[in-house]
């Protein structure tokens, strides 16, 4: 009776304690420590302290990382302690192995570990269900959330994503540079082309377009029909000047481009499209405006209907600054003054400057070479161009060259001979 008093009940009580208690720090130290008593009490009988150590380190397993190995040292000494207690007080060591309490220990506590493993099986299948089902939710919302960023400038909605920031009808008044740009002659050549032809068009136009903007950093307010607004300055800017230089940089590099595409509309039959771009630099108003329900990106203001006006006055494959743009940039850019514009919404006249190239003047420093004549058309990128391409260029123009070699030979014999028809004739 006084070994199921020292040994059965307590062990029973750590068995329950043990099931229905959930595993802080504390109740893994009540059960070790109690575990660990009976350990000691009974002097390190092997089959049921084998049994009653399973019980422990289920406990140790389930307790977090960081109260682990002060639990194992908790059990550890309050075995040894118990276990001198033991033998001071001369309790008798179970030696028996045919009685029924060992058994009933080792069942009870196979028991337990059983259902703790079957309760974090069942536990594991259904966490892993939900995250499954978590990360086909994830997916979806990445999914949902790429397609809609195409609809949003980059620089406006990687903040909100990054830092999770409130969105709400907010604006500011900040210093910008602003673009706007169209193509002249789409609308001439929208009454002659199929929908189909003319999408491909706008859309080959746009997206080489857009690249350009973002490599410069801008941001795409929006499209309007077949032209585009950009602006420097919000919500990243690099100073006020630089955002000029950048924004006109960009600029030239979309005339560039669309000397490019001209060529291949060309050879496609389609004739006649030339870009043409406004920019002013000014303070206007930029942020969120809208509605809780619906928000737009953009700005608004004088400057931002002067770069418009602008761009409606500039001609073929023109850049039209205003005067304080041209502060910004004159020094790194060559300009020309274009005039002073009566435009519409402004009561003085406007004073516009005209932007070439750079290195108009030398060009065996430029990084482009673009020129162009009636059946002639020399497009070069250095930028773009592989070395390994070096040569293949030089064997094509060799080429070329050698082509019009022979055609100008050609042409001075078909000369030499009609005047040696003509001279006869006269005789």
Avoid at 154 to 178: G, H, M, Y
Avoid at 412 to 419: G, K, S, Y
């Amino acid at each position: 009776m006084a070994l199921l008093v020292i040994v059965g009940l307590p062990s029973v009580l750590i068995l329950i304690y043990n099931y229905g208690r959930q595993a802080s720090f504390w109740t893994s130290n009540i059960v070790i420590i109690l575990l660990s008593m009976v350990i000691g009490s009974i002097q390190l009988h092997m089959i049921i302290s084998l049994s009653l150590a399973a019980l422990i380190g289920l406990r140790i397993i389930v307790s977090s990382p960081e109260n682990r190995i002060k639990l194992i040292i908790v059990s550890v000494i309050t075995v040894i302690i118990f276990y001198y207690v033991s033998i001071i007080l001369n309790i008798p060591a179970l030696e028996g192995y045919d009685d029924w309490i060992t058994p009933l220990i080792l069942l009870a506590s196979m028991i337990v570990v059983l259902c703790r493993f079957g309760c974090f099986y069942r536990k594991y299948v259904r966490y892993e269900a939900h995250s499954h089902h978590a990360v086909g939710r994830l997916n979806s919302a990445v999914s949902v959330i790429n397609k809609l960023t195409r609809f949003v400038p980059l620089q406006v909605w990687e903040p909100i994503v990054r830092a999770d920031i409130p969105v709400n009808v907010s604006n500011k008044r900040a210093k910008l540079t602003i673009m706007f740009s169209d193509i002249i002659g789409f609308t001439e050549l929208s009454d002659s082309l199929s929908s189909d032809n003319l999408a491909d068009i706008l859309n080959t136009y746009m997206h080489s377009m857009t690249l350009i903007a973002n490599k410069h950093g801008a941001v795409l307010d929006k499209f309007v029909g077949d032209g585009m607004i950009c602006f420097f300055g919000e919500p990243n800017s690099q100073g006020t000047r630089q955002d000029a230089l950048s924004c006109l940089e960009m600029a030239i590099d979309m005339r560039r481009e669309m000397r490019t595409l001209r060529q291949k509309w060309r050879l496609m039959g389609f004739e006649g499209l030339y870009i043409r771009i406004g920019i002013t630099t000014g303070y206007c108003h930029v942020g969120n405006f809208g509605s809780n329900n619906r928000l737009s990106y953009t700005l608004i203001g004088k400057e931002a209907n002067l770069a418009a006006r602008l761009e409606s006055s500039a001609g073929k494959d023109e850049i039209l600054i205003s005067e304080s743009t041209y502060d910004y940039v004159c020094h790194n850019y060559e300009c020309q003054h274009a005039g002073a514009f009566h435009l519409k919404g402004f009561d003085k006249k406007v004073q516009a400057w005209r932007v070439f190239d750079p290195d108009i003047n030398k060009a065996y420093l430029s990084k482009w070479v673009d020129y162009t004549l009636p059946g002639f058309n020399l497009h070069l990128n250095f930028k773009d161009m592989n070395h390994n391409d070096y040569q293949d260029v030089k064997a094509r123009l060799n080429f070329a060259l050698g082509r019009i070699e022979q055609e100008n030979e050609k042409n001075e014999n078909d000369i030499n001979a009609e005047n040696k028809r003509n001279d006869i004739g006269n005789k």
